[in-house]
């Protein structure tokens, strides 16, 4: 009996274990497949990609090609960047760039990498190409931010040259806006260069960069939402990326950029992320945004993108499965008319 009810308890206790063990298994084999799947569906299923604010068909198309070699987004955002810097006919980014109401152009950028890093400066003087000194700051220096003579000294320190940024026809504008002095955020609702720029390249990751002359006939040392994390630029590879153009300091109010990219966290898409930020800022208590403009570019992980904007005439520039056009935005008072 000893032994019977001994081979009856042995033979119970093993198959519970054998069910254990079975269910052990299925979950297992069930989590990788979850897994599987979760890699799957955030895969970009557009890659490379480009995405910028504004009409910037050459930047994005130099982006493009950095990637289309095989480089890093970091390396396309970088160069796209340089080609409105370099730019002396936009009046809102690099060399050429309207000067503050003391006649001097001060210039704000940041980058971005796919791994959470982040460089910028932040009213610098005489430096054309501040989105590479911002990606120097990123890289070479223990700091995320330079701003004024210390980036400017930096900058020489790492190689860049001093130059004059003030042109002819900024001095020109310059002088015509003195007459009046009248001091007011002027913001170019449709003409615009300040470039926001987001790439996915050909592994899947994602960097962003930002950089402006920031608002024409500012307050000497203003700053805006370019050069600032989760201001004008955020980045993060696991979800995606967004980046703002327009009145700086509505952008910095709500955060916009680490808003979206949240939002997209939680599940919207890049156009429902775009949409809500705008809307944070528009139904603000006596927001005054008739009379200003702020924009938004986005990207998510799998190669969704997102534009929206307060006023009408933003576009972003997209390059998409090898074509390079430029988008008008929807914007937000299409709908409240
Ligand atoms: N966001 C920039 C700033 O406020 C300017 C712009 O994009 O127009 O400095």
Same mark, same amino acid.
């Given at each position: 009996m000893k032994r019977k009810y001994f081979m009856q308890k042995a033979t119970a206790v093993g198959l519970g274990l054998l069910i254990v063990f079975s269910v052990i298994a299925c979950k297992t084999e069930h989590t990788t497949e979850e897994k599987k799947e979760a890699i799957k569906t955030n895969e970009p299923s557009v890659k490379p990609l480009v995405i910028a604010t504004w009409n910037t068909p050459l930047a994005v198309e130099t982006a493009a090609k950095v990637l289309e070699k095989g480089g890093s987004a970091l390396d396309a955002v970088e160069a796209g960047c340089r080609i409105e810097e370099a730019?002396?006919?936009?009046? &809102?980014?690099?060399?050429g760039g309207l000067p503050d109401r003391d006649g001097n152009v001060t210039l704000d950028a940041c980058i971005m990498d796919d791994k959470g890093n982040y460089g910028a400066v932040l009213c610098v003087k005489n430096i054309k190409h501040v989105i590479s000194v911002a990606r120097k700051v990123m890289e070479v220096t223990p700091h995320v931010m330079l701003v004024g003579e210390g980036a400017e000294q930096f900058a020489v320190s790492q190689g860049f040259e001093r130059e004059n940024l003030l042109t002819e026809a900024s001095k020109k504008a310059w002088e015509e806006w003195k007459k009046? &002095?009248?001091y007011k955020p002027i913001i170019n609702i449709e003409n615009h260069d300040t470039i926001g720029m987001l790439a996915i390249d050909n592994d899947g990751n994602i960097s962003g960069a930002c950089t402006t002359s920031g608002l024409a006939y500012k307050m000497a040392g203003r700053v805006g939402d370019s050069p600032i994390i989760g201001g004008g630029l955020f980045v993060d590879n696991e979800v995606g990326g967004a980046a703002a153009t327009g009145l700086g300091e509505e952008v910095l109010k709500t955060v916009g950029s680490f808003l979206i990219v949240e939002l997209m966290r939680q599940g919207k898409s890049p156009q429902e992320a775009c949409e809500e930020a705008i809307a944070r800022i528009v139904n603000k208590p006596n927001s005054d945004f008739k009379n200003f403009q702020v924009g938004y570019i986005a990207v998510n992980k799998k190669g969704e993108t997102g534009a929206y904007s307060i006023?009408?005439?933003?576009s972003y520039n997209l390059y998409k499965n090898g074509e390079n056009k430029n988008i008008k935005s929807d914007f937000i008072l299409n709908r409240k008319k």
């Open positions: 730019n002396e006919e936009g009046q &809102s980014v690099g060399k009046k &002095s009248e006023h009408e005439w933003f």
